[in-house]
């Protein structure tokens, strides 16, 4: 098996990190760009000349799934040791000495399990893979690594037949209003309330039989009843479905992923499992029905289905306007290895604290959890968290095509979410689009 060129130029500029000094690169790549393929490469060819491999994965699911990508690759698995990075921790001391420690999905290399071992084998180099080399609250990882090597673009892997083109449908304005967030991330039991009631923006049944009727789909989910409610609905509806998560028995899962491999399921709804580094063949099809403020969790998602037959367009049902948030999923993006300035921060963890009124634009204080809102200036009232999220008998899907990010003025702004990414290019709060979008009528 051989590496592709654009793989074997980044297994080359790993080695001149090295040389020049550096102990920690971090290789970038796109979903589908085949990371597996460049780790595997450099582990054989650390063992092939006598030397150990530590190879760290943050979940049980991965590692016998590395372990067969290693050894049709030709790695010596008896100097290759993959292991889930909390039980290596564990087991430290009972390690030979590697000569290279890789990181799978590195992004998550920040946690102290992983410094960790980092700390105990101090003198090894080191080098980690992902997609997304930023934390939740946007911080880049120059706390574990001292050197980005970023690969080809995604667009450059679409243009060039490494991926498939793709078709991104998704509601012209999602409301996520009642959904608070915690730690960074929409809190999961309200996304659930709201999803499991079937307040999910559009009918899954319908747009999967208008804009995907017959591929293989992966249908993320807020929680594990809500995937399983999901998958009972596309039965129900004569489409075959299935649903896993982290608990189901291995067993189990194993059977599902063949029969879905097979086509006998068309369907595979989840909770997260099918994302990161989990080997999904002939998905052509994401259905996102889980809103996220994670750029590494939205792109490894909706990319799913872009991995495989590049000849199809793949397709891309986004019921709850994630790109919006991010953009589309093979948008060009800056990497750095930089923490965000501390007012960045500051003003991030306060922007749940206060309000701005989409009427008249006064900013002010939220109150407590449960209480009405409504503006002090104006006397406008705040859609309140019981109100049920739109359904398609409001909300339709459209086609999005991609964002111009070069707009001069508001007026080349023809959606609401080309004035919400022309809002957070220039600066301006988001209630500025809504309020624009309103006057314009392209929303309610």
Same mark, same amino acid.
């Given at each position: 098996m051989k590496l592709r060129a654009y793989q074997n130029e980044l297994v080359e500029q790993v080695r001149q990190a090295w040389r020049a000094g550096y102990k920690a690169p971090c290789i970038v790549l796109p979903c589908g760009g085949g990371?597996?393929? *460049?780790?595997?490469?450099?582990?054989?060819?650390?063992?092939f000349n006598g030397k150990r491999v530590l190879f760290l994965v943050h979940r049980r699911e991965l590692v016998e799934q590395i372990k067969k990508t290693f050894i049709r690759w030709g790695v010596d698995m008896k100097l290759c040791e993959v292991g889930m990075v909390q039980t290596i921790t564990r087991r430290l001391k009972k390690l030979a000495r590697p000569a290279l420690i890789i990181t799978d999905e590195n992004h998550h290399s920040l946690a102290q399990s992983y410094k960790r071992i980092y700390e105990y084998f101090s003198d090894v180099p080191r080098v980690g893979v992902t997609a997304t080399p930023v934390r939740l609250n946007g911080d880049g990882l120059g706390d574990v690594n001292d050197k980005l090597i970023v690969g080809v673009s995604a667009k450059w892997l679409i243009d060039n037949n490494c991926l498939a083109p793709y078709d991104y449908y998704a509601p012209d304005v999602a409301d996520l209003t009642?959904?608070?967030?915690s730690h960074g991330e929409y809190m999961a039991a309200e996304i659930e309330?709201?999803?499991?009631?079937?307040?999910?923006?559009?009918?899954?049944?319908?747009?999967?039989?208008?804009?995907?009727?017959?591929?293989? +789909?992966?249908?993320?989910? +807020?929680?594990?009843r809500h995937s399983q409610r999901t998958a009972d609905v596309f039965n129900e509806n004569g489409i075959k479905a299935a649903h896993i998560d982290g608990s189901t028995p291995k067993a189990e899962? &194993?059977?599902? *992923?063949?029969?879905?491999?097979?086509? &006998?399921i068309t369907v595979?709804?989840?909770?997260?499992? *099918?994302?990161?580094g989990f080997d999904v063949p002939d998905c052509e099809c994401a259905i996102l029905l889980r809103p996220?403020?994670?750029?590494?969790?939205? *792109?490894?998602?909706?990319?799913?289905?872009?991995r495989y037959r590049p000849d199809k367009r793949a397709v891309i049902i986004d019921h709850v306007g994630n790109y919006a948030r991010f953009g589309m999923p093979d948008d060009d993006r800056q990497w750095s290895l930089e923490k965000k300035p501390k007012a960045q921060h500051k003003k991030q963890e306060q922007s749940d604290k206060v309000k701005q009124c989409p009427e008249c634009f006064y900013t002010f204080s939220a =109150?407590?959890?449960?209480?009405?809102?409504?503006?002090?200036?104006?006397?406008?009232?705040? =859609?309140?968290?019981?109100r049920k999220l739109e359904t398609d008998s409001s909300v339709g899907l459209v086609k999005v095509e991609g964002f111009k990010l070069d707009f001069s003025s508001p007026a &080349?702004?023809?959606?609401?979410?080309?004035?919400?990414?022309?809002?957070?290019?220039?600066?301006?709060?988001?209630?500025?689009?809504?309020?624009?979008?309103?006057?314009?009528?392209?929303?309610?």
């Open positions: 990371k597996s393929c *460049i780790v595997a490469e450099m582990a054989r060819r650390t063992t009642g959904l608070h967030v309330k709201a999803m499991v009631k079937n307040t999910v923006f559009g009918d899954v049944i319908k747009y999967y039989k208008q804009l995907a009727n017959g591929k293989k +789909a992966v249908c993320y989910c +807020a929680s594990v899962r &194993d059977r599902i *992923i063949s029969a879905f491999r097979r086509g &006998d595979l709804c989840n909770v997260d499992l *099918i994302s990161e996220t403020k994670s750029l590494t969790l939205y *792109i490894q998602q909706a990319m799913r289905c872009m =109150p407590p959890a449960g209480v009405k809102i409504c503006c002090p200036h104006c006397g406008y009232e705040f =859609p309140t968290a019981e &080349d702004c023809h959606t609401y979410p080309e004035l919400l990414q022309y809002a957070k290019s220039h600066g301006y709060k988001s209630g500025w689009a809504y309020y624009q979008a309103r006057q314009r009528g392209l929303i309610g």
